[in-house]
């Protein structure tokens, strides 16, 4: 059964840093693109970043390009996104999806890790 | 950026009834298009892919259809787990946008 897990979300001040993992396990985790979708209150599930099956390869959204970071671990099957320079429109809940593709659709998806950010 | 808009916001309906959803890019995507459904305490769910491709596991009940610009999801008989939030999705280009939301609340 494939499994995402997402954990280190919490509350965080302005400025500050976070970084989300993602335990996956279910399938061979080095075949596939992952991605990080986020649910802003109040306003939709947003795309913000993913990764090729190797690591060499990531794209991010514009919103936060440059304070981001998606890596992974294969050899620990786990997904990961470093977040830096947090503001206030990053608090919501972030998703690691599994993707077909590149991204054609998102298969699979964890029930998310909350992070606030907030004074 | 490609913007889907999707309607309505929000829509209640019975146990056993029928619903559509639409959602609308704002440029021409195919069928590079998806929905998901969210309900909470639980992983957001693919329903369809592709368009009109029902993914595995998910009811009959469950039609999506459409191409180009112009997209619904239909439910049909309508029962107690369906009610949730309906997203629908692109993924003709970078970065993929998802509308805004659909809240299928009972009546």
């Known amino acids: 059964e494939v499994q995402l897990v997402e954990s280190g979300g919490g509350l965080v001040q302005p400025g500050g840093s976070l970084r989300l993992s993602c335990a996956a396990s279910?399938?061979?985790?080095?075949?596939?693109?992952m991605h990080w979708v986020r649910q802003v209150p109040e306003k939709g599930l947003v795309w913000v970043s993913r990764?090729?099956?190797?690591?060499?390869?990531?794209t991010y959204a514009d919103s936060v390009k440059g304070r981001f970071t998606i890596s992974r671990d294969n050899a620990k099957n786990t997904l990961y996104l470093q977040m830096n320079s947090l503001r206030d429109e990053d608090t919501a809940v972030y998703y690691c999806?599994?993707?077909?593709?590149?991204?054609?659709?998102?298969?699979?998806w964890g029930l998310g890790t909350l992070v606030t950010v907030s004074s | 950026d490609i913007q889907m808009t999707q309607s309505p916001s929000s829509l209640s309906a019975s146990v056993g009834d029928r619903v559509t959803i639409t959602c609308r890019a704002s440029q021409s995507i195919s069928t590079y298009f998806n929905w998901y459904q969210l309900r909470p305490g639980k992983a957001p769910k693919l329903l369809i892919y592709a368009a009109s491709t029902l993914q595995s596991g998910v009811p009959s009940r469950f039609a999506g259809s459409g191409s180009g610009t112009d997209f619904t999801l239909t439910i049909s008989n309508l029962q107690p787990e369906d009610f949730a939030t309906y997203y629908c999705q692109q993924s003709y280009s970078v970065p993929p946008t998802f509308g805004q939301g659909t809240k299928l609340e009972i009546k």
């Open positions: 990764i090729n099956n190797d690591g060499n390869d990531t």
């Open positions: 279910g399938f061979t985790f080095s075949s596939y693109w």
């Open positions: 999806t599994r993707a077909r593709g590149s991204g054609s659709y998102y298969t699979y």
